[in-house]
């Protein structure tokens, strides 16, 4: 049952992508990308309005003290640009593979800054594997941790490094404006 659910979420994923791909590629203006992306759902009796912030950020990463020599720490700086406007915080843990290319991280990160005209903060948990060079990342917004105008966000992020730049798609939603 659980393979049956997690191929489903990999073919809506992949659908979603294309999706995103075919209708935000090309030099289409932002409010086009937003408004074509833009949906409402229902969540409960609160109507929510789901899009995607895209842009670039810078990351710092220090290594700080680990009780664990097998285990990597590290702090976690990051400047965000593009529709997350703000900065970030965080710690991550990391431990390598015996074969090349292969390892694992967790993060968590405090968001604080402007998404949509709005301004908070939000954390964000990361859980990435890589197994021989090939990657599998998901970060997602902590359930609950929105603050101020970002209370009640939900979401994941996508990041891509792409000629050592660091991209990100957020598809986040919020509660609708009163």
């Known amino acids: 049952m659980d393979h049956e659910h997690n191929e489903d979420a990999s073919i ?32 409960g009796q609160e109507a929510k309005v789901t899009q995607t912030a895209h842009g670039s950020f810078e990351v710092k990463l ?16 990051k400047e965000f640009q593009g529709d997350l406007q703000g900065t970030s915080k965080g710690e ?9 290319g292969s390892g694992g991280y ?12 709005r301004s908070g903060t939000f954390a964000l948990q990361h859980s990435g594997i890589n197994m021989r060079g090939e990657s599998r990342m998901t970060v997602t917004v902590v359930p609950d941790s929105g603050t101020a105008q970002l209370a009640g966000i939900e979401g994941t992020m996508n990041i891509k490094v792409e000629d050592g730049k660091h991209l990100y798609s957020f598809e986040y939603s919020l509660s609708k404006p009163r």
């Open 62 to 77: 220090t290594p700080e003290k680990s009780h664990d020599q097998a285990i990597a720490r590290m702090s976690i700086d």
């Open 106 to 117: 967790v993060a968590m990160e405090r968001v604080n800054g402007n998404l949509g005209g």
């Open 92 to 100: 991550m843990l990391g431990v390598m593979g015996t074969a090349r």
């Open 12 to 43: 809506r994923r992949l659908m979603i992508s294309a999706f995103l791909s075919f209708c935000c590629s090309g030099p289409k203006p932002l409010a086009y990308r937003r408004a074509v992306v833009a949906s409402l759902t229902m969540s």
